[in-house]
């Protein structure tokens, strides 16, 4: 895709390609040419020659229609001429009367006002192999800055594009200034004139990189502006505002009256912005797209909205009506944080208001930001000042130290039942306040039960319930709470001792501690070299979990402290009786709006041991009167046979299992009685149970040393040092070494399921599902009835795209009496990717449907319906999927498809949209779509 900026300083945004290019699989441009005529008073008239190639079916669907996006207020659009171009050289002119104007997509009457437009062309009989040719003009009538002209154009070397030409004839009287990146241009003089030519091409386009911050400074790309600097700039927007920025009467009586009584000038300001947030409605007029100036005063006072511009006007005019002097501030309101180096408004798309006095920031037109504070992506960012005696380039300050913070409480009781209960409040204030604010009008709008089982859902918990209480998100206080609880059940296994597990997420609102402020773990790990937004941030957290009479704590986790310069976490454990705590405190100390270099690369490696720090394993075991677990399953009991015994000749077969367990006095006790007198302290002995003490307190490298000495003191000790050290490894994340031990155990114990099962886990997580498969098949042979390894067989086989296969586990583990809660979601997505059962699939995702409104069962029932042709019935599920997960490409393909099936015509906008956001998308449908 195109992006294409331009227009006085308006920047339009011209959709002549966009809307065709942005799939770059299905269309290409062959050629594409911008000529523009700038006068000397900045009008402009621009002529734009596309050639759009559909590659394919779905790219001739795409450009039977295309887009041209024009200000219908400063621009005339006129279509020169427009046809269909055949392979044989056959030209198949549009019909004229065929063009019609409308709003563009992502707009409508309620949600923004706008002097956009779209032209639309519709290209006839235009299939796979064709051109899509046009030829169109744009005259930009009206410069809204009077002698000001701005251009620009970025590209994305993922779309394919053969040519590119682009010329600006301007006068060199209006001093055009040029910023190239990527792109060759060359300029000659002509006269009174001055060309500049530019031209690009990327025929063969490259993977788009994912940036957390705004990919401008790295995409192919040019600018022009007639304009000196940014004070400039600023300049030309505040001579607009100078004639708006008057106190009518209006606006001096309301100034007045929201003031009576109260001196205090700070209380007057706060006052004056708290009104003016609540009562001016948002309505989307962008700054950089469409009008750059503000309304009247009393306009917006009578019509009760504006956008960020109007907002800043009419607080500065109330303001002024009490004397206070105020500033407008012209920056980015999303992440881009640098400017172009020729003063333009591309990444200028927010104004916000700034009262030097008081050293005080306000926006407000974010609904949810109480009095002085901001959204944290408005710190740190260059920004012009404008006010009333002029204009400069200056920098937004950083997030002070101290006034953002968050607090999440939680309260868990685990019952002898399985069933976890708890009870948590979220507390945050200053910037951080507004995500909480958020999520507030979240529940306001689609409910608390939608957010919480969204919330649930997103910490991976299935058959959860809670509830969510919060104050008026719009009722201003210094701090703001969220309350909820929740009821999870299906944790018996967690009570045996078979199985250790993680301190409960519960329902957590706010991220885990780091995970925002210094860039989410997601982008660290995508792209952990990439700068990102970063604030200074105290957060903390107290969590604590009850266990039931009868049971006991054999493992806790360490505590664990990570320091950089920048960055303070701890996590502190302790035990009260049945219950256990952890106390974690995050903060960060930062003087920069970037994360960068050396900073972004320590600052990655804290947050992942932060990350690593939440997954430390909690084991809870029956509290036996001798110590010792009572297994649940007599033909498997828990404590195997003592490898300490081989190595020393002498049976001590509870040692290990002590050991991994916690009791590491009592398992060198018995280690002590079963080795020989005048055993070395450097045994194998010894260093195997020290590795295993090491590993139950989750310090990792020692106990890798530790099996490590074991291993070549006796290298035919048999699978238990490799296993365990596999065991580390794996938490270590050093999967291939984990393997590598794994296949070295599995040869002296090819028997031993749990060694196996291990290693069929870390394939999944190398996504070898079909070795998965394989390990899972030894193991259902040595456990043919237990149902849980045969349902988790029948998961990997569906991952491994045997659907069949995994049908039939799903069945097998009905028969050995699974729940159908737990079996008909997998059959349900397993048999409609079948290659001959998807008709049986409608039952089991019906039934799994009347339990939980998964997205991913309605598109698999939708699958089934859409592969019989019932293609209503698909649309329906499709429809309701997509709906529930807005951000699902596969989900908006597949509606679009079912749409043109039944002849819909939004189907091909569905279609267009889902090929936009990914490119492939056509190659990720099941088979038989």
């Given at each position: 895709m195109r992006v294409l900026l331009a227009g006085a300083v308006a920047l339009l945004l011209l959709s002549a390609s966009q809307a065709a290019t942005e799939e770059a699989v299905s269309v290409s441009i062959n050629l594409q040419t911008n000529d523009i005529d700038v006068a000397s008073d900045g009008t402009s008239v621009q002529k734009v020659h596309a050639e759009l190639h559909a590659d394919n079916d779905a790219g001739a669907m795409r450009l039977n229609q295309v887009q041209l996006e024009f200000n219908s207020a400063t621009q005339q659009l006129d279509i020169l001429e427009a046809y269909t171009l055949k392979p044989d050289g056959t030209k198949i002119p549009i019909d004229m009367n065929a063009v019609f104007v409308r709003l563009p997509q992502d707009d409508s009457q309620n949600a923004s006002i706008t002097d956009r437009r779209v032209k639309v062309i519709i290209f006839p009989q235009l299939e796979s192999g064709d051109v899509a040719v046009y030829t169109v003009v744009y005259k930009n009538t009206a410069e809204v800055f009077p002698g000001v002209y701005t251009f620009g154009i970025a590209f994305k070397p993922s779309a394919p594009l053969k040519e590119e030409r682009d010329t600006i004839v301007a006068p060199k009287s209006l001093g055009l200034r040029t910023e190239t990146h990527g792109v060759e241009f060359t300029s000659e003089d002509r006269g009174d004139k001055v060309v500049y030519r530019w031209h690009y091409a990327m025929p063969s386009p490259t993977a788009e990189k994912s940036v957390v911050i705004s990919p401008m400074d790295e995409l192919p790309r040019y600018f022009v502006s007639n304009v000196k600097d940014y004070a400039e700039l600023g300049r030309a927007y505040g001579a607009k505002l100078a004639s708006k920025l008057t106190v009518t009467p209006k606006v001096a009586a309301l100034a007045d009256k929201l003031t009576a009584g109260e001196s205090d000038k700070r209380e007057q300001i706060r006052k004056l912005y708290e009104w003016v947030d609540s009562n001016i409605r948002y309505i989307a007029i962008e700054l950089g797209e469409g009008t750059l100036v503000p309304h009247d005063v009393d306009a917006i006072l009578t019509y009760g909205y504006g956008d960020c511009k109007d907002h800043d006007l009419l607080l500065r005019a109330l303001l002024k009506a009490k004397g206070i002097e105020t500033q407008s501030v012209l920056l980015n309101g999303s992440n881009a944080y640098t400017l172009t180096q020729v003063p333009t408004l591309?990444?200028?798309?927010?104004?916000?208001?700034?009262?030097?006095?008081?050293?005080?920031?306000?926006?407000?037109?974010?609904?949810?930001?109480?009095?002085?504070?901001?959204?944290?992506?408005?710190?740190?960012?260059?920004?012009?000042?404008?006010?009333?005696?002029?204009?400069?380039?200056?920098?937004?300050?950083?997030?002070?130290?101290?006034?953002?913070?968050?607090?999440?409480?939680?309260?868990?009781?685990?019952?002898?039942?399985?069933?976890?209960?708890?009870?948590?409040?979220?507390?945050?204030?200053?910037?951080?306040?507004?995500?909480?604010?958020?999520?507030?009008?979240?529940?306001?709008?689609?409910?608390?039960?939608?957010?919480?089982?969204?919330?649930?859902?997103?910490?991976?918990?299935?058959?959860?319930?809670?509830?969510?209480?919060?104050?008026?998100?719009?009722?201003?206080?210094?701090?703001?709470?969220?309350?909820?609880?929740?009821?999870?059940?299906?944790?018996?296994?967690?009570?045996?001792?078979?199985?250790?597990?993680?301190?409960?997420?519960?329902?957590?609102?706010?991220?885990?501690?780091?995970?925002?402020?210094?860039?989410?773990?997601?982008?660290?790990?995508?792209?952990?070299?990439?700068?990102?937004?970063?604030?200074?941030?105290?957060?903390?957290?107290?969590?604590?979990?009850?266990?039931?009479?009868?049971?006991?704590?054999?493992?806790?986790?360490?505590?664990?402290?990570?320091?950089?310069?920048?960055?303070?976490?701890?996590?502190?454990?302790?035990?009260?009786?049945?219950?256990?705590?952890?106390?974690?405190?995050?903060?960060?100390?930062?003087?920069?709006?970037?994360?960068?270099?050396?900073?972004?690369?320590?600052?990655?490696?804290?947050?992942?041991?932060?990350?690593?720090?939440?997954?430390?394993?909690?084991?809870?075991?029956?509290?036996?009167?001798?110590?010792?677990?009572?297994?649940?399953?007599?033909?498997?009991?828990?404590?195997?046979?003592?490898?300490?015994?081989?190595?020393?000749?002498?049976?001590?077969?509870?040692?290990?299992?002590?050991?991994?367990?916690?009791?590491?006095?009592?398992?060198?006790?018995?280690?002590?009685?079963?080795?020989?007198?005048?055993?070395?302290?450097?045994?194998?002995?010894?260093?195997?149970?020290?590795?295993?003490?090491?590993?139950?307190?989750?310090?990792?490298?020692?106990?890798?040393?530790?099996?490590?000495?074991?291993?070549?003191?006796?290298?035919?000790?048999?699978?238990?040092?490799?296993?365990?050290?596999?065991?580390?490894?794996?938490?270590?994340?050093?999967?291939?070494?984990?393997?590598?031990?794994?296949?070295?155990?599995?040869?002296?114990?090819?028997?031993?399921?749990?060694?196996?099962?291990?290693?069929?886990?870390?394939?999944?997580?190398?996504?070898?599902?079909?070795?998965?498969?394989?390990?899972?098949?030894?193991?259902?042979?040595?456990?043919?009835?237990?149902?849980?390894?045969?349902?988790?067989?029948?998961?990997?086989?569906?991952?491994?795209?045997?659907?069949?296969?995994a049908a039939a586990d799903y069945r097998r583990a009905l028969k050995l009496g699974a729940v159908e809660a737990d079996v008909e979601p997998g059959l349900c997505r397993a048999l409609a990717r079948s290659e001959d059962e998807f008709a049986e699939a409608v039952g089991p995702c019906s039934k799994a449907l009347a339990a939980e409104k998964e997205p991913s069962l309605l598109e698999s029932r939708g699958v089934a319906y859409f592969r019989q042709g019932k293609f209503r019935e698909a649309l329906g599920d499709f429809d309701a999927a997509w709906k529930a997960s807005p951000d699902s490409a596969r989900l908006l393909y597949e509606r679009g498809i079912a749409q043109v099936k039944l002849g819909i015509a939004a189907g091909s906008k569905d279609i267009d949209e889902a090929a936009r956001r990914q490119p492939n998308i056509a190659h990720r449908l099941p088979a038989g779509m």
């Open positions: 591309v990444q200028l798309d927010h104004v916000i208001t700034y009262v030097p006095e008081m050293k005080l920031f306000l926006d407000s037109s974010a609904l949810v930001a109480p009095f002085g504070v901001l959204p944290f992506a408005e710190y740190g960012k260059p920004a012009i000042f404008v006010s009333e005696q002029g204009a400069s380039l200056g920098t937004m300050p950083v997030l002070a130290s101290g006034t953002a913070s968050e607090s999440t409480t939680t309260t868990m009781q685990l019952s002898a039942a399985g069933v976890l209960t708890g009870k948590t409040t979220a507390t945050a204030t200053g910037s951080s306040q507004m995500l909480l604010r958020i999520v507030a009008l979240a529940m306001q709008a689609v409910s608390p039960d939608k957010i919480v089982s969204q919330l649930l859902e997103a910490r991976g918990y299935r058959n959860a319930t809670g509830t969510l209480k919060a104050a008026s998100p719009l009722v201003r206080t210094a701090t703001y709470s969220i309350n909820g609880d929740f009821t999870i059940r299906g944790w018996s296994e967690w009570l045996t001792g078979t199985k250790v597990t993680y301190m409960p997420l519960g329902l957590r609102i706010l991220g885990v501690a780091g995970d925002g402020p210094m860039g989410t773990i997601a982008s660290l790990k995508s792209n952990a070299a990439d700068p990102t937004p970063c604030f200074s941030v105290h957060q903390t957290e107290d969590f604590s979990l009850e266990i039931p009479a009868g049971t006991r704590f054999a493992m806790i986790p360490a505590d664990t402290r990570v320091t950089t310069e920048n960055i303070e976490f701890t996590a502190h454990w302790t035990t009260s009786g049945n219950t256990v705590s952890v106390h974690r405190d995050f903060r960060s100390t930062i003087d920069q709006p970037l994360c960068t270099g050396s900073l972004r690369a320590k600052t990655a490696r804290a947050v992942f041991a932060i990350a690593a720090s939440y997954l430390e394993p909690i084991r809870i075991v029956p509290d036996h009167p001798e110590g010792a677990l009572v297994s649940q399953n007599e033909a498997q009991p828990l404590i195997a046979q003592d490898p300490f015994g081989r190595a020393a000749g002498t049976e001590s077969k509870n040692a290990v299992a002590l050991a991994q367990l916690g009791e590491t006095d009592r398992a060198m006790r018995l280690i002590n009685s079963a080795t020989p007198a005048g055993a070395p302290e450097g045994s194998y002995s010894r260093h195997l149970a020290q590795g295993l003490s090491f590993l139950n307190a989750s310090q990792l490298p020692q106990a890798v040393a530790e099996l490590t000495e074991a291993i070549r003191i006796n290298p035919e000790a048999g699978p238990e040092p490799y296993g365990a050290r596999a065991s580390a490894y794996s938490k270590m994340n050093k999967t291939r070494l984990a393997l590598a031990d794994l296949d070295t155990a599995l040869k002296t114990s090819p028997g031993d399921t749990r060694l196996r099962q291990m290693h069929a886990d870390l394939l999944v997580q190398e996504r070898d599902y079909d070795g998965a498969a394989a390990d899972y098949n030894a193991i259902v042979r040595a456990e043919p009835d237990d149902r849980a390894v045969v349902l988790r067989r029948a998961d990997i086989r569906y991952h491994a795209d045997k659907y069949e296969e």
